[in-house]
């Protein structure tokens, strides 16, 4: 990934960064109202809590069994863990295309926010879910249960809703925000469908996994500094690298040879040597002889003399004649 990031040095001029709008602080205040609601809904013992148990006893698995084998792997869509590896994987490869690391960083800090909020607020409300119900009609609170809100729910609100909030272009945000909500209330319906969550549980977990949602910009500039961080680690990190690399080796010329000096009377008794140069320049080019020349007719005939044809008994040499046959018939 750091490889490709340095040979696109800039990231794309398209991607912005959302801000936190005053439209986008009326939700979350309102997302936040209903979330209390909820809460206080079920604190009391309201409606809401008869609604739940009104449902439970509806049994909707035995009311369409039909489809209860579909719904086991749908519910998948919202666990953590298969979820997780899936947009990481997609949002990688966006920060290997885009050179940042700002998909990968916004999904970490969405699922650590996710995880501490709804963690708290399980382990606090300690809320018992529908197969582990004892008292009719009970809100079931304070007895050690952790399902309150539906983490399935949350879960897919944040991780589907992550690639709306990082679309290219508006069009894609609209598409994706559209599939994420979809998606995510399947999940929470289907837990539903499983017996596994009250409605009201369902209810708080899409109220927790929006407040996620809009609350990210207000995280941007964390993130840009921990990407920053992140480079700078980077690049001290091959400069240290860079500096216990041993150097190139060096060639070695060879040292220069130390002749003897000649004595005085060395160079009398040695005998005097004619220049190359004038006794090479002296000498004649040596040319062979021309071989005479011999006429055709001059030559020793290669053939042996005589006729070639085998002898026979009524042929004669040549140059004699030959009698006269007889005539016959008178």
Known sequence: ????????????????????SRHRVVLFTATLAFYL???WAVVITSWLVRLDWQVMFFRPYQQWPQ????LDYYV?????????????AWLGWRSWRQHTLRPLLTLATSLLLLNITVGAAKLGMGRLGPHYAT????????????????GHTANAVVTWGILAYLASTPRAR?????????????????TV????HWLSDVLLGWAAGLLIMLALPWFEPLIARAETALFDLRDRWRARRGRTVPAPAVPVTPAPVLLKPRTAAAEQSAPAREPVSSVRGSRAPAHRAPSPHTARSERTPVTPVGSRRPPHADRLPRGTSQPAR????G
């Open 1 to 20: 990934m750091f490889a490709r990031l340095d040979r696109e040095p800039e990231r794309p001029a398209h991607i912005d960064v959302p801000r936190m």
């Open 37 to 39: 609601a909820i809460v």
């Open 67 to 70: 489809i209860h084998a579909f």
């Open 76 to 88: 998948v869509l919202g666990q953590r863990g298969p979820t997780a590896v899936m947009v990481a």
């Open 135 to 150: 008292v009719i009609g009970s809100n079931e609170m304070g007895a050690g249960g952790d399902i309150f809100p539906s």
């Open 174 to 190: 609209r598409w994706l925000s559209a599939l994420s909500a979809i998606t995510s209330l399947g999940v929470g319906l289907t």
């Open 193 to 196: 469908y499983l017996g596994t």
């Open 326 to 329: 007889p005539l016959t018939g």
